[in-house]
């Protein structure tokens, strides 16, 4: 009998402190399955953000740096231009990347920095107890917006993908969803994309991952997973958002 | 026949591995509790498992190991 699956190398043994459910998890396998594919393992050095993904270093088995809240593209920016033949890549969620790092992502982008952004996307707060993200839907109930999101007050989402896909410069922007077999095989494809895209020096790629927080969506791990499919999706759609490899 | 692993005491019973199983072998062991204090998944007829490692690509904590 053949292994057909198991958990990658790039991954420590360390239990992940993740809630029931979470799709960090998988987000984490993936990331792990692109770098044992690629055999990068001893050249990759990885950057946790400030969120629910915070212990990130504690769970890929590459080097990891821990950046300060919303800075991990300018800290990644730093590690590429000082040590050009690691590969790096930044960990991200999205009150860590489009609230507090909005800068740094949008000027690491537009410079097409040679790095690779995991974006993790689960229209939420995590870590700290559900609050109003960047990226709540429309309506969407959180702790600070028990009313739902009114978007006359707050305005509306970030789209991440399409206003980064706005600028002349990256290279590579793709919006995936991990909520089933179908999509998480999509995601696999889309993570191992982006590593190959600096492993050729081609430039900045961004995947940004539509994910669940059962915890503080209130929902059941399962339910989670089918308001992906039916809230979340329709409002960041997928797809390729920018590949330069297809413009003349 | 393909043979599944699972590290139970990693399990968070989440249920994600039941709902991907495309021959609904599945189930959350009620009647079981690992070190966490979950009741982790299990397979029921392992003889049915066609070894597609759909359970495994949706578990958030490589819990599942597949072998065909």
Redesign the interface.
Known sequence: ????????KA?TDA??H?????????IH?LVAEAIDDLGILGRTVGVAPVGCAVMAYDYFSCDMVEAAHGRAPAVATGLKRAMPDRIIFTYQGDGDLASIGMAETVHAATRNENITVIFVNNAIYGMTGGQMAPTSLPGQVTQTSPYGRDVKTVGYPIKVCELLSALDAPYYIQRVAVN??KH??EAKKAIRRAFENQIEGRGFSLIEVVSSC?TNWGM???KA?DWVESDMIPYYPLGVYRDKSKEA | MAKLTFATDVCKGCGLCVNACPRGLIVIAKDKINKKGHSPAEITDESKCIGCACCAMMCPDCVITVEK
């Open positions: 009998m053949a292994v057909v699956f198991s958990k990658p991954l239990p992940l993740y809630c029931p459910g979470c799709t960090h998890g998988i396998r089933s077999v998480v095989a059962p059941t791990p399962q997973l």
